[in-house]
């Protein structure tokens, strides 16, 4: 736990005193200002940023704190919030102020949208009179601005990735456009039918996209707004369509990998000899290949899953001779005085120099270094995706293969040939990650059947 500077901490209980907080509170307020603290430095918020409160108070409802916690913990950053913005608690504060004139959650169920009750603003206005005057003014055309930063605060506390904030921000945009920028507040279950139903009907959208916006609107509607779709019926739902996957031959495969250069073609090599997503393949770092035990380990998968791999035999040499490659770039890094390799945040706190351990190296590193404004630094991130996708279209049309190929087809295609191999859908399932079986049994359908369509007893297939 984050221990308080003890000039902020006196400053601190100085505050608590001008603003008359009762003394039997001051150690839960201080509590709740090492728990904000603390939450800022873990997950990586500015704490003097009032948009990170949000974030704090949904893990506090995460943490089933009842809601005068919560109201408390509120009071708490803000009393610290006022304290960060002045240097002179005197001019800041009037010792006739009350506590009542702090400001409360007015309803914690939906914590993005906090209102303040008796806040005095620079204008000389109350909050509260803008607030009706508000009211009597067009509910539409409202700001999202707090909306979007709480779906942002929410997806970072979770650790979800980036491509599902990118998702779910879509869609809420385009919820946003479809209501007329609505206030947020006064969102409901009718809106999301209607657009939902606008999806299918008038934009003839297909049953996954229509999925993803539900998804998407669910959590903002759960864990941003704070309240439940409750029951949705009467949607007009995009009709699904069974999707049986591209699969290439193993002929193909090869041409598409002869019409590659390095360092494409190693990378399809393993999309196809492992059954990788681009994104799993292209996160590869050094120490996740072990070659005496001939294991590949990829960390945080889909759905945030571990899996082991067995390496293919075949590829062991050329990955070893790629890994030597990797090893006198990582020298030439160093002699440049480079700050490292892009790490994930756990890593990046917990071992400062990490990034510039060989181990830690992307197994396909970009070409060029990145240069951070913010910090000044130069990294190093992995290949591109686009750099390969474009890679793989060019050689397939080289390939002049007549199906659509991509990269995700390798993976289709390294199930498929398993299967066709006699490969037990069970180890398929568990090579492939998959949670559910019924995502793997898709594969049933790309290989050719072999099963005796004539109704036999088994005791006629013995008889002698």
């Known amino acids: 736990m984050i221990q308080i500077e003890t000039n902020l901490l006196n400053n601190y209980n100085l505050s608590l005193q001008i603003k008359q907080i009762p003394k039997n509170e001051h150690k839960y307020y201080l509590k709740w200002l090492r728990y904000y603290l603390d939450f800022c430095h873990k997950y990586d918020f500015q704490n003097s940023d009032p948009e990170s409160l949000h974030g704090f108070i949904g893990k506090l ?15 708490a950053i803000r009393l610290f919030y ?26 914690m169920k939906a914590p993005y949208l906090v209102q303040e009750k008796h806040n005095v603003i620079n204008d000389g206005h109350s909050l509260s009179s803008k607030m009706s005057n508000h009211a009597e003014s067009s509910n539409t055309g409202q700001s999202w601005q707090g909306a979007y930063q709480g779906l942002k605060n929410e997806i970072k506390v979770r650790h979800y990735s980036p491509k599902t904030l990118k998702s779910y921000k879509s869609w809420v945009r385009k919820f946003q456009t479809y209501t007329q ?4 507040c006064t969102l409901d279950s009718n809106d999301v039918k209607k657009f939902l139903t606008y999806l299918a009907v008038e934009q003839n959208v297909s049953a996954s996209s229509q999925n993803l916006a539900f998804n998407g609107l669910l959590f903002f509607y759960r864990h941003v707004l704070g309240r439940e779709f409750g029951k949705i019926d009467g949607i007009v739902r995009a009709k699904k369509r069974p ?9 193909e495969v090869n041409r598409v990998i002869e019409a590659l250069k390095y360092p494409y073609d190693l990378v399809v090599k393993l999309l196809y000899g492992c059954g990788l997503r681009l994104s799993e393949c292209l996160n590869l770092r050094i120490n996740n290949f072990n070659f005496d035990a001939g294991i590949l380990t990829i960390h945080d998968g889909k759905g945030k899953r571990d899996r082991t791999l067995p390496i293919p035999e075949v590829l062991v040499s050329e990955l070893k001779a790629h890994m030597g490659k990797v ?5 030439i890094d160093l002699a440049d005085n ?12 917990k071992y400062k120099h990490a990034g510039k351990e060989f181990i830690w190296q992307w197994f396909f590193p970009a070409k060029t270094l990145t240069f951070v404004t913010e910090t000044k630094e130069n990294r190093r991130y992995y290949l591109h995706e686009s750099h390969v996708q474009k890679a793989i279209k060019k050689a397939v049309t080289k390939a002049k293969l007549t199906k659509r190929a991509t ?5 289709h295609s390294y199930a498929s040939h398993l299967l066709e191999a006699n490969f037990d859908i ?11 079986i019924r995502t793997t049994m898709i594969y049933t359908h790309t290989i050719k059947s072999t099963t005796a369509k004539e109704a036999k007893s088994p005791l006629d297939l013995w008889r002698t």
């Open 61 to 75: 409802r995460s943490k089933k704190q009842n809601i005068a916690q919560q109201k408390q913990a509120t009071n």
């Open 327 to 331: 090893a006198h770039l990582h020298k």
């Open 338 to 349: 480079y700050n490292g390799a892009f790490m994930f945040n756990a890593i990046k706190k």
């Open 181 to 184: 920028s609505k206030a947020p």
């Open 82 to 107: 006022r304290l960060s913005k002045s240097d002179n608690l005197q001019n800041t504060y009037n010792a006739n102020d009350t506590v009542s004139k702090i400001p409360i959650v007015t309803e």
């Open 243 to 251: 999707y049986i996957p591209v699969v290439l031959s193993r002929d």
């Open 407 to 411: 990269a995700h087809t390798f993976r």
């Open 426 to 436: 069970r180890t398929i399932q568990e090579l492939l990650g998959h949670s559910d």
